[in-house]
């Protein structure tokens, strides 16, 4: 997920110390053959990454493309308990990045005439799920994909993230999402503002299942197979290592600059989420999407174009397309996403003006406060410097 800080309140009120959290997915060290790159950009980008790591960072890996060059690198570990070094061939969380993925699937069966954009998601959804939602029929398809809808955020329900954390190894429902806004009322009239909530890419997956009948196959086929991806996995299994090439993820649990192991935690939640999350993929394979999506390879021309139609905040910024926001770094205009988790946290962007991609993910959780983030915050933005060339 995306945005956590809304849990914050909750999470120190309820945590609970458990052995459970700390729970070893038996990673080991992946077998990484590909030469460390030698660019003096790579050199200088290694150097800001082992910086980080320093800081506190268990591991860290980025990948770039850049005229025609795809670097991979890595610094830290990939699990502390034993001293695995981080290669770029390890699985990490991509969280939120996830939605670009969700939204491609959309986009696709738009195309294909089976999705109206501008349909009410009355018309696509199953009769339980629509008696949860009494404004159905205000809402579109395409009011989903911008965050535009008006629903309410299920991970801001106190009692959802009691749950969570007080049953670590518990599998959430899709459906179960949704009743923690249940008959609730709308925060703002449909597609009147812009408001980032996960529950908007919950649904489109549920009406993507509904078309499809497995949206996560069709998402396979129709995304990672066409694009060759071979290490990108999405509705992990719970607990399963993948050939012991998945990351473990760590928090700061009382953001006092201690780092714990969260990783059945945080395999767990992801292995919950559908739409909104739920992808785990190598830095390499994260580009090669992002890439293949703004090349064409994916939707056409024209449905990229929708993607890239901005909603703008109230300031007259441009926030969030379909399925990709828009940023900047170093005043540098950036397409792509973020993701950010209880045990991960990672970014996906493409630079457009200087046509560089760029991933960059950690296995240490962002949704709780810590000083190593603080510190770790200069760093960052060295990283951008390198990456961006400044």
């Not at 919950?202 to 071979?230: N, R, S």
């Not at 994916?298 to 969030?320: A, F, H, I, R």
């Amino acid at each position: 997920m995306k945005n956590y800080s809304y849990l914050l309140i909750f999470i120190w009120a309820i945590l609970i110390t458990s052995p459970t959290f700390a729970q070893d997915l038996n990673v080991v060290q992946c077998n990484d053959s590909k030469p460390v790159p030698t660019h003096p950009k790579t050199i200088a980008l290694q150097q800001a990454m082992d910086d980080l790591t320093a800081v506190g960072i268990p591991g860290v890996v980025a990948a770039i493309y850049e005229e025609g060059n795809l670097w991979t690198l890595s610094s830290g570990l990939a699990k502390i308990e034993r001293q695995v070094p981080i290669q770029p061939c390890h699985l990490v969380y991509t969280q939120s990045i996830a939605k670009s993925y969700m939204a491609v699937v959309i986009m696709q069966l738009t195309e294909e005439g089976k999705i109206d954009l501008h349909g009410k998601i009355s018309d696509y959804l199953p009769k339980d799920i629509l008696a949860m939602l009494p404004h159905a029929d205000r809402i579109t398809v395409k009011m989903l994909l911008n965050h535009t809808s008006g629903l309410r955020e299920y991970n801001y329900d106190p009692t959802y993230v009691t749950r969570l954390l007080q049953n670590p190894e518990r599998i959430f429902q899709p459906e179960e999402y949704i009743q923690y806004i249940a008959g609730k009322e709308l925060d703002f009239e449909p597609g009147s503002r812009y408001s980032y909530r996960n529950i908007n890419y919950v649904l489109l997956a549920l009406i993507a299942d509904q078309i499809t009948g497995d949206h996560g196959k069709y998402m396979e086929e129709h995304i990672f197979e066409k694009l060759g991806l071979k290490s990108t996995y999405y509705k992990i299994r719970q607990g399963d290592s993948y050939e012991d090439r998945l990351v473990n993820g760590y928090w700061d649990r009382h953001s006092n600059g201690i780092v714990e192991n969260a990783s059945v935690l945080q395999n767990t939640n992801v292995a919950s989420m559908v739409g909104d999350d739920g992808i785990i993929t190598t830095a390499e394979e994260a580009i090669l999407y992002l890439k293949g999506l703004m090349e064409g390879k994916l939707v056409s021309n024209e449905s990229l174009t929708l993607m890239k139609e901005w909603v703008l905040d109230k300031n007259g910024d441009p926030q969030y397309g379909l399925g990709l926001d828009y940023t900047t770094f170093l005043r540098e205009p950036a397409i792509g996403h973020s993701g950010g988790g209880l045990g991960s946290g990672s970014q996906l962007y493409y630079f457009p003006e200087k046509e560089i991609y760029m991933f960059f993910g950690i296995n240490l959780g962002t949704v709780t406060d810590s000083p190593i983030h603080q510190d770790a915050e200069k760093i960052v933005e060295e990283i951008y410097g390198v990456v961006l060339g400044r």
